[in-house]
RNA sequence: GCCGGAAUGGCGAAAUCGGUAGACGCCCGGGACUUAAAAUCCCGUGAGGCUAACACCUCGUACCGGUUCGAUCCCGGUUUCCGGCACCA
């Protein structure tokens, strides 16, 4: 059979859209397979090479539970609010509807081309009425449990996008979608108590099984820190300073305090403040810094003390200055540290430049030098005096201060609250209504949808107000409560917001009731396997486990935790090795390589290239060599001949049906591969193989490469379809061998191989290998000192 | 700076409860088929040495050292690269 693949391909993605083969079934008895893959944004640019390499991890998989027997539920969509559509919208004067409909109709018809086995009926596009009627009402329930507030502060703000920018979106102090520095501007920002969550996030990476280091990394962005607040007075007044640390038991050498420059007690005690003018000065300062600035020069401390307030030491009532410095952040903790410049690197800079006393309380360093940071005996501490552990002295300094009143054990995180609108007009309207009499009222749930109006100018307002503010009809409404003229909020929900849910519409895509039923949730949630990229981790799987949560907690969800298992794939890198990008000119459309080589050699090469998880540059020889696979695949059908087994055969085909497997499995999908072009390099050397032998060999190739598969199955008269041909077992006997070539080394050195029977015993084994004219050699006039036989292994014999 | 991960032929990579390093693929070389080319099929392919040839020997998994009969794998140290966080108290 000739690898004719332009003809085969269209004509098999024809018929399993025909037969609807890949649509999740309703018959809830059968045993469920939920696989998830992330969503794609549809940009104009289409699909590219990633993508293909993100779906097909999952796709193998989902193909392979198919077969056998699983009920599988592989689902796709499309998340397609966001920013640039609507960049491009007004770029191009077109309605941004108008321009998501047509890239998603490109993706559409790409990702079909490729054949993965989506089940096209629960196709989910966030903008959709439909869809994000309960976007808004997750949104209005969340309200209703006072998780959503709303506050006036410095937020991260994009010049360019007129956008306010989580923090997770502005990292590294750029916007995540131009790439433009972010300045703080103070503004009216939505939020979501993500904070409150951030315990329920964590402890629920217990129950769930995600890749080392995915779980790592959203350990790290919550952040908890366990220590202590302690209160410290200020001198002359019952007020006190109070501070968050992970180290009181260095209490006893706090020099100094340092509050953050927006700290209210300066306010507070402005009267008794003697240099309110310095002071100030150095607040300006500050504001006018970006975050970026703050952040960079950690070097170079800087700072000012404020004169005519100081504080007590709770441990040892000595009187200390307080400094502001923008070291200390209001948005952590309290805005306030008492500084041990002996133990923290950062007091101990700040102390060198204000020659401010530094007290040694941990034996161990030389603080002449440098601060000391690691354990020792504790010195200069009074009743902490000659403890060795931190865990000790951290204890004892809590009972002390617990015991006066005027401390306890306290948790931080680094998590901040989600900012949680954009003044844009692509996105979710937030379904709340400012009325000057009943304050902010939720928009009714039986008025959900609240529609996005049409409009034809999207430009955001000078002011960075959203271009919504512009459409009367929509800004007028009446309020809810007290059916008083109220004005409708104009902002709209971050790109995030969708993307939050997505999953559990796809187990009731078209419920116009409820987001979704109960019956399908308790179904087929959890995800079994959500597979995606590294750069989600922090953001979009933190949101969604929150917004998860949030809705098991309220009993609208049957599970705590949204996906049982996560995994990631690596990045496809230009054939230059670099990463690809437009600007660099070295992207790689799968379009071409469909068009070149076809659907199943693409495939197959973005499981092959390398580790599935690491990044690998493309290589067009190599895909040259899959081609060359599966042609050589595909002529087996002019070898095949009669029935049952090929002695020569058999094991091989049990040991590669094992392997394939087992990878499939732990998603090496290289060495699978691998394993079956090994197999079909033994099939060429015999020379033949039963047409049974290639029905095996079809059906461990079909979730890689289904479509030559299903016309190699067709060509053997197989029943149905090779995507639902049951998966080829193996017989563990025969997948050992009779005898094992064992290595015999001399003093750790190979110096032959022998053939013996599997289950040799050691003498056996160690005189048949003295027998050998090499090993002779390398004894001769040599004593042995020691023999060493693993079974299945090696021979090593030591002389001297 | 802190926390992870990685480093293996000309190239992408295999192999880690310590046991024949380099499976599989690419590239390259040789041969068969062909009027010829492409395609296909077969053979070779870590480096160095030695040989007429077969054989054989030495070295080799970033670098230095250790443990072991035996180390890509374990331990200590160093370098480089990638990812995440970054004045988080």
Request: glycine share 8%; with cysteine; hydrophobic share 40%.
């Amino acid at each position: 059979m000739k690898h004719d693949f332009a003809a085969i391909e269209k004509k098999w993605q024809e018929k399993w859209e025909e037969a609807g083969i890949f649509n999740a079934s309703e018959d809830h008895t059968k045993q469920k397979f939920y696989g998830l893959v992330e969503f794609p944004y549809p940009s104009g640019a289409g699909m590219h090479v990633g993508h293909i390499k993100a779906y097909s991890g999952l796709e193998v998989v989902s193909r392979k539970r198919r077969m056998q027997g699983y009920n599988v539920l592989f689902p796709i969509g499309f998340d397609a609010y966001g920013l640039p559509t609507e960049n491009y919208a007004i770029k191009t004067n077109t309605h941004p509807r108008v321009v998501t409909d047509t890239n998603i109709a490109n993706f559409t018809s790409q990702l079909k081309r490729v054949g993965f086995s989506f089940d096209w009926t629960r196709v989910v596009d966030t903008t959709e009425e439909g869809y994000y009627k309960w976007t808004q009402w997750i949104f209005r329930r969340m309200f209703d449990e006072g998780l959503v507030f709303r506050a006036t502060t410095l937020v991260n703000y994009c010049p360019s996008c007129k956008v306010v920018l989580s923090n997770e979106d502005s990292q590294g102090g750029k916007c995540d979608i131009c790439h433009s520095d972010i300045v703080q501007k103070s503004k009216d920002v939505w939020y979501l108590r993500i904070t409150e969550y951030a315990d329920k996030l964590l402890f629920g990476l217990d129950g769930v099984d995600y890749l080392p280091n995915v779980r790592l990394q959203q350990e790290n962005w919550i952040g908890r820190s366990e220590g202590a607040f302690a209160n410290f007075t200020i001198q002359g007044t019952d007020d006190a300073l109070r501070i968050y640390t992970t180290r009181p038991d260095t209490m006893f050498g706090v020099t100094f305090m340092v509050i953050a420059p927006e700290h209210p007690i300066i306010a507070q005690y402005a009267d008794r403040i003697s240099n309110m003018e310095a002071l100030n000065a150095y607040r300006e300062e500050c504001a006018k810094k970006t975050e970026f600035e703050r952040t960079q020069l950690v070097k170079d401390k800087t700072g000012v003390r404020i004169e005519g307030l100081s504080a007590i030491n709770p441990a040892n009532g000595r009187e200390i200055p307080i400094f502001i410095s923008d070291y200390v952040m209001m948005g952590y903790g309290t805005g306030a540290i008492m500084a041990v410049p002996a133990h923290d690197e950062r007091d101990y800079d700040f102390a060198k430049k204000f020659g401010i006393d530094i007290i040694e309380v941990i034996k161990g360093g030389n603080i002449a030098e440098a601060a000391y940071t690691g354990d020792g005996e504790m010195v200069n501490s009074d009743f902490l005096n000659g403890i060795t552990t931190k865990k000790e002295a951290i204890a004892k300094m809590l009972d002390y201060l617990t015991g006066k009143g005027v401390g306890e054990k306290g948790v931080q995180y680094k998590m901040k609250d989600w900012a949680f609108n954009r003044q844009r007009y692509w996105g979710e309207p937030i379904p709340i209504v400012h009325c000057p009499v009943c304050g902010m009222v939720g928009v009714p749930y039986e008025e959900l949808p609240l529609r996005l109006p049409n409009m034809d100018q999207f430009e955001p307002g000078e002011g960075g107000e959203s271009p919504l503010a512009k459409v009367e009809s929509f800004v007028n409404c009446t309020c809810p409560k007290c059916g008083g003229a109220a004005k409708r909020e104009t902002d709209t929900m971050p790109q995030w917001a969708g993307s939050s849910w997505y999953f559990l519409r796809y187990c009731d895509a078209h419920n116009e009731d409820v987001f979704a039923s109960k019956e399908a949730l308790s179904y087929w949630l959890p995800v079994d396997w959500y597979n995606g990229g590294m750069e989600h981790v922090t953001r979009h799987m933190i949101y969604s486990r929150f917004w998860h949560r949030f809705l098991y907690d309220i009993g609208e969800v049957p599970v705590a935790e949204p996906y049982a298992k996560r995994t990631a794939q690596g990045l496809i890198l230009g054939p230059d090795g670099d990463k690809m990008s437009k600007s660099k000119g070295n992207v790689v459309n799968p379009n071409d390589v469909v068009d070149e080589y076809g659907a199943d050699v693409l495939r197959v090469y973005v499981l092959f290239m390398g580790e599935y998880s690491s990044a690998t540059p493309w290589n067009d020889s190599s895909v040259r060599g899959i081609k060359r696979f599966l042609d050589r695949v595909a002529a087996l059908t002019d070898m095949a001949q009669g029935e049952g087994v090929t002695p020569k055969l058999e094991s091989a085909f049990h040991k590669t049906v094992k392997k394939v497997s087992c990878d499939i499995e732990d998603m090496k999908f290289n060495t699978a591969i691998a394993a079956m072009m090994a197999l079909i390099n033994d099939i060429y050397e015999v020379g033949t193989l039963t047409r049974d032998e290639l029905g095996i060999f079809a059906r461990i190739l079909c979730p890689f490469a289904p479509h030559i598969c299903e016309e190699i199955w067709a060509f053997l008269g197989g029943e149905g379809f090779a995507s639902l041909a049951p998966w080829p077992e193996w017989d563990e006997a025969k997948t050992v061998d009779a005898t094992v070539t064992y290595a015999v080394q001399v003093n750790g050195k190979l110096r032959a191989t022998i053939d013996l029977p599997k289950d040799v015993d050691k003498d056996t084994a160690i005189a048949a290998a003295k027998e050998d004219a090499k090993v002779q050699q390398f004894m001769a006039d040599k004593t042995i000192v020691k023999e060493i036989f693993v079974p299945g292994k090696i021979i090593n014999i030591v002389v001297k």
